[in-house]
């Protein structure tokens, strides 16, 4: 018997107040396009939305409606896009979730933000790409189909449901566009733990989507990105990688004695808070993108957020408030000549969580320049020198102007910048990163690189022996379990939730007796290969003991995860046989974390989950509710 949790959490946006304070109408008067933006504190201020857009539309001119959610409750999503849909009828209609809404300056955490684009000449056009079942590579393949024979596409818009993990294909492909083509956007996000993300496109609401705005006309797009994060210390390669997103080494060495040796930041310390301090800056195309870690991995190895590659060069990077805000404001001062008549803002929610209470000084000064609305982002995206990348920790202001004669630019005037933070303790760490480097940096030419390599071969197989099952290669009970607890700790810290497979073989003691502890050996190193060659790049397997196995899969859906399970059952009967040709059938028991959960409870959850698999005929997948 299967029981699957699909787990929802709704809230209200209707409740918070919008960031101006008021709920007005924010207006930027002019010729060419104009920009009309909505805090949705309530119903009050939606009614009057619809009803002020529906008359300046009798102006004339073509509308964009772009809505950035603060629910990931399909139903609540669904009676908004109707509303919008039923008023503006043949109108292009877009968005998606967000966890935190921007406008005029400012934050608006679960406030859904309302856009109204209006265009005097610049023409909208929509278009969807839903990934399960089309692959990247494909919906990049029709996106070029689509826009290569426009003369005058001036930019893309580009709206996401899937995680910034997979998303490299599709903007790899748009490099084939003209540089001249402008592409910016985000990834959708959720405003609840462990929520679901969507894109909008109409009515329709898509998860795993992409969803494309194409500008085409006379509307001038200029897009700017801001990081603030910084260089630290002395350039570092990627010496290896497991997939695109586990740096297991830096320099020959396991990733994690980067963090250790040169800040002090170790496995089970405040990890959230150092690595959002000083994250790890890759270049790309000649130019830093931030690759935040989310994890300390059993082996050494760093989990991170976006995509690396081994070869590529790599910085430490640190953070003060200070220097982030100041760089928003001299990114911002970019924009004045440029004259902006409106302004896109996709910002990484990891910025807000860094800057805390200084989140809005970064914000305000766009807020200075034009009309402004945006949101909070599980990825930022933007072209730069004709390459288009998936960013983390960055701002993305996209800035349009459909007049080709602006007024004289609005000249913007900075409050002083004044954040309080824990600076001595980022101080500290800098100091203690360049008091160890210059030691080392002198030693080095001492050192020889082949010594490095056969220490660096040596550690990682006595590393190998100390943390892995001798039988099956697989992690032992103690590494398994160490695993287990970091994730707990993790999902409860990044309030992210996880999945775990605890399995076991049918009737294993009968194999032993029937045919002998070889074949059960067997039998065990051949199970154990099925799950090596199943594991997914974040996965973690181990021998729980006996003929028990424990599978940890973090960053996978529920619907991903009976898939697995399903799969590895039906591998395992199909695969591995007794001497006497009888298939050999294992039991699966599937456990969601919970967000207070610790590793004593989730122990209970995973047994609980195989031995409701083991009531039900043995050879089943069954799940427990959190």
Same mark, same amino acid.
């Given at each position: 018997?299967?029981?699957?949790?699909?787990?929802?959490?709704?809230?209200?946006?209707?409740?918070?107040?919008?960031?101006?304070?008021?709920?007005?109408?924010?207006?930027?008067?002019?010729?060419?396009?104009?920009?009309?933006?909505?805090?949705?504190?309530?119903?009050?201020?939606?009614?009057?939305?619809?009803?002020?857009?529906?008359?300046?539309?009798?102006?004339?001119?073509?509308?964009?409606?772009?809505?950035?959610? @603060? &629910?990931?409750?399909?139903?609540? *999503?669904?009676?908004? +896009?109707?509303? =919008?849909?039923?008023?503006? /009828?043949? #109108?292009?209609?877009?968005?998606?979730?967000?966890?935190?809404?921007?406008?005029?300056?400012?934050?608006?955490?679960?406030?859904?933000?309302?856009?109204?684009?209006?265009?005097?000449?610049?023409?909208?056009?929509?278009?969807?790409?839903?990934?399960?079942?089309?692959?990247?590579?494909?919906?990049?393949?029709?996106?070029?189909?689509?826009?290569?024979?426009?003369?005058?596409?001036?930019?893309?818009?580009?709206? @996401? &449901?899937?995680?910034?993990?997979? *998303?490299?294909?599709? +903007?790899?492909? =748009?490099?084939?566009?003209? /540089?001249? #083509?402008?592409?910016?956007?985000?990834?959708?996000?959720?405003?609840?733990?462990?929520?679901?993300?969507?894109?909008?496109?109409?009515?329709?609401?898509?998860?795993?989507?992409?969803?494309?705005?194409?500008?085409?006309?006379?509307?001038?797009?200029?897009?700017?990105?801001?990081?603030?994060?910084?260089?630290?210390?002395?350039?570092?390669?990627?010496?290896?990688?497991?997939?695109?997103?586990?740096?297991?080494?830096?320099?020959?060495?396991?990733?994690?004695?980067?963090?250790?040796?040169?800040?002090?930041?170790?496995?089970?310390?405040?990890?959230?808070?150092?690595?959002?301090?000083?994250?790890?800056?890759?270049?790309?195309?000649?130019?830093?993108?931030?690759?935040?870690?989310?994890?300390?991995?059993?082996?050494?190895?760093?989990?991170?957020?976006?995509?690396?590659?081994?070869?590529?060069?790599?910085?430490?990077?640190?953070?003060?408030?200070?220097?982030?805000?100041?760089?928003?404001?001299?990114?911002?001062?970019?924009?004045?000549?440029?004259?902006?008549?409106?302004?896109?803002?996709?910002?990484?929610?990891?910025?807000?969580?860094?800057?805390?209470?200084?989140?809005?000084?970064?914000?305000?000064?766009?807020?200075?320049?034009?009309?402004?609305?945006?949101?909070?982002?599980?990825?930022?995206?933007?072209?730069?020198?004709?390459?288009?990348?998936?960013?983390?920790?960055?701002?993305?202001?996209?800035?349009?102007?459909?007049?080709?004669?602006?007024?004289?630019?609005?000249?913007?005037?900075?409050?002083?910048?004044?954040?309080?933070?824990?600076?001595?303790?980022?101080?500290?760490?800098?100091?203690?990163?360049?008091?160890?480097?210059?030691?080392?940096?002198?030693?080095?030419?001492?050192?020889?690189?082949?010594?490095?390599?056969?220490?660096?071969?040596?550690?990682?197989?006595?590393?190998?022996?100390?943390?892995?099952?001798?039988?099956?290669?697989?992690?032992?009970?103690?590494?398994?379990?160490?695993?287990?607890?970091?994730?707990?700790?993790?999902?409860?810290?990044?309030?992210?939730?996880?999945?775990?497979?605890?399995?076991?073989?049918?009737?294993?003691?009968?194999?032993?007796?029937?045919?002998?502890?070889?074949?059960?050996?067997?039998?065990?190193?051949?199970?154990?290969?099925?799950?090596?060659?199943?594991?997914?790049?974040?996965?973690?397997?181990?021998?729980?003991?006996?003929?028990?196995?424990?599978?940890?899969?973090?960053?996978?859906?529920?619907?991903?995860?009976?898939?697995?399970?399903?799969?590895?059952?039906?591998?395992?009967?199909?695969?591995?046989?007794?001497?006497?040709?009888?298939?050999?059938?294992?039991?699966?028991?599937?456990?969601?974390?919970?967000?207070?959960?610790?590793?004593?409870?989730?122990?209970?959850?995973?047994?609980?989950?195989?031995?409701?698999?083991?009531?039900?005929?043995?050879?089943?997948?069954?799940?427990?509710?959190?």
């Amino acid at each position: 018997m299967i029981i699957l949790l699909k787990g929802f959490v709704f809230h209200e946006i209707y409740e918070v107040i919008r960031a101006s304070g008021n709920g007005s109408l924010s207006v930027r008067v002019g010729i060419g396009m104009k920009q009309y933006n909505y805090g949705l504190k309530n119903k009050e201020i939606f009614d009057r939305a619809i009803s002020e857009m529906k008359e300046r539309q009798k102006e004339g001119g073509n509308l964009l409606i772009l809505l950035f959610h @603060g &629910s990931d409750d399909p139903a609540f *999503i669904e009676k908004d +896009l109707d509303r =919008l849909a039923d008023a503006f /009828p043949g #109108v292009p209609l877009c968005g998606e979730t967000s966890s935190g809404g921007i406008l005029d300056g400012h934050q608006a955490e679960g406030v859904s933000i309302l856009s109204f684009l209006f265009f005097e000449k610049t023409e909208i056009s929509l278009s969807a790409f839903e990934i399960d079942p089309m692959a990247l590579t494909d919906a990049a393949r029709r996106v070029l189909d689509l826009y290569s024979p426009v003369k005058d596409l001036s930019g893309i818009a580009i709206l @996401g &449901s899937i995680p910034v993990s997979t *998303i490299s294909p599709f +903007l790899k492909a =748009l490099d084939a566009l003209p /540089p001249s #083509v402008s592409i910016f956007g985000g990834l959708a996000d959720s405003c609840t733990e462990g929520g679901r993300t969507f894109v909008f496109d109409g009515r329709r609401i898509l998860e795993n989507a992409i969803l494309c705005i194409a500008f085409t006309g006379p509307v001038v797009i200029d897009v700017q990105t801001n990081l603030g994060w910084q260089p630290l210390g002395q350039e570092m390669t990627i010496t290896a990688m497991t997939g695109d997103h586990v740096i297991k080494e830096i320099d020959y060495e396991p990733a994690e004695a980067v963090y250790a040796r040169y800040l002090g930041i170790e496995d089970g310390e405040d990890m959230e808070t150092g690595f959002l301090s000083f994250p790890l800056l890759v270049i790309e195309n000649d130019r830093f993108l931030a690759r935040l870690p989310d994890d300390f991995l059993p082996d050494g190895a760093l989990s991170v957020m976006g995509n690396c590659r081994e070869g590529q060069k790599v910085h430490l990077s640190y953070g003060n408030p200070n220097e982030i805000i100041s760089c928003c404001q001299e990114n911002a001062k970019k924009l004045e000549d440029f004259a902006p008549e409106g302004l896109l803002i996709f910002s990484c929610v990891i910025r807000r969580l860094f800057l805390n209470e200084g989140t809005d000084q970064g914000l305000a000064p766009y807020g200075e320049l034009a009309p402004m609305a945006g949101g909070y982002c599980h990825g930022e995206i933007s072209r730069e020198g004709g390459i288009t990348s998936s960013l983390n920790m960055t701002l993305v202001a996209a800035a349009l102007r459909e007049n080709s004669h602006p007024d004289a630019p609005h000249k913007v005037h900075f409050h002083h910048v004044g954040f309080k933070s824990n600076t001595m303790t980022t101080i500290q760490r800098m100091a203690s990163f360049m008091t160890v480097s210059s030691v080392e940096l002198e030693k080095a030419n001492d050192r020889l690189e082949e010594m490095n390599r056969k220490l660096t071969d040596t550690n990682n197989r006595l590393a190998f022996l100390a943390t892995h099952d001798g039988l099956t290669g697989l992690f032992d009970r103690e590494a398994i379990e160490t695993r287990l607890r970091r994730l707990t700790n993790s999902s409860r810290s990044m309030k992210v939730p996880f999945f775990a497979i605890m399995m076991d073989l049918d009737n294993f003691k009968a194999i032993n007796d029937t045919f002998g502890h070889d074949v059960g050996d067997r039998v065990l190193k051949e199970l154990a290969m099925i799950l090596k060659n199943e594991m997914t790049p974040f996965a973690a397997a181990g021998r729980w003991g006996g003929d028990e196995f424990v599978l940890l899969l973090p960053n996978l859906t529920p619907e991903s995860t009976l898939e697995l399970a399903e799969t590895l059952r039906k591998s395992v009967s199909q695969k591995i046989f007794c001497p006497d040709g009888t298939p050999v059938s294992i039991s699966l028991g599937i456990a969601r974390s919970g967000p207070k959960d610790k590793a004593e409870n989730f122990y209970r959850r995973m047994d609980k989950a195989l031995y409701v698999a083991k009531r039900s005929g043995k050879n089943t997948v069954a799940v427990v509710k959190d």
